[in-house]
């Protein structure tokens, strides 16, 4: 299958600094990427969905101000957290799709503690 | 509305035997597509298995089985004569057309050697 590869796999950052995550297709155009987060031995809830050249739609709930998507590349999707909290600490998981594909393939994840 | 249920929350059992994870759906579609993944302790989504709403043959790869039955709107999945490697949580998870994929709460597989 394809390679989705997100960096870092894990990051500690002080509370109220932002944090980037990079998530990247390797070999294949991704048109459209997702972000989830995962709490603790919970399931896996879409934050949103990223199409290439365009603003990411949000699930209801989920701060758009807080969590910044941009995905400005067919091969690239970058979600930053800002001013992180302790409540932002999570499993952040991002898969990338192509268009009319039906396979959306997943990243390593990214686990980010907030202290 | 979209919905996946997955009821066990965690199973243990001893390595060798057979274990069934139960997977329950809801959704108005016709056209739809089922999934399973496996989360080991690493954290990375390794995917299994997907199904369209239209193929309800069942599936078989080497120790895994899956039975779909659309009359129950269920999508189980089996593994035979377990190994500890097989410990991880289990995910399954829907998916209308190109939408967002909807996750059921996952099955905390341990398998005890």
């Known amino acids: 299958g394809a390679v989705v590869s997100q960096h870092p796999s894990r990051v500690i950052c002080k509370s109220g600094t932002s944090v980037k995550i990079e998530c990247r297709s390797l070999d294949f155009q991704a048109t459209t990427m997702f972000w989830y987060r995962q709490f603790p031995k919970q399931s896996l809830m879409l934050m949103a969905t990223s199409n290439e050249g365009s603003k990411a739609t949000y699930e209801q709930g989920v701060e758009k101000d807080k969590f910044l998507i941009n995905h400005a590349s067919l091969t690239l999707s970058t979600l930053t957290v800002t001013s992180a909290h302790p409540e932002d600490s999570s499993f952040y998981i991002c898969?990338?799709?192509?268009?009319?594909?039906?396979?959306?393939?997943f990243g390593q994840g990214t686990r980010l503690t907030v202290v | 509305a979209q919905k996946v249920t997955q009821a066990q929350t965690e199973i243990s059992v001893v390595e060798k035997e057979d274990v069934t994870l139960d997977c329950v759906y809801e959704t108005r579609d016709t056209t739809y597509y089922l999934f399973w993944y496996k989360q080991p302790p690493s954290g990375e989504l390794v995917f299994l298995i997907r199904?369209?709403?239209?193929?309800?043959q069942n599936e078989i790869s080497g120790r895994y089985s899956w039975n779909f039955q659309k009359s129950t709107s269920s999508f189980n999945f089996t593994i035979t004569a377990s190994q500890v490697v097989d410990s991880a949580v289990y995910f399954c998870a829907l998916r209308r057309g190109a939408q967002k994929l909807v996750f059921g709460q996952g099955t905390r597989l341990t398998i005890n050697p």
């Open positions: 898969s990338a799709r192509v268009l009319f594909e039906r396979e959306a393939f």
């Open positions: 199904r369209n709403s239209f193929d309800e």
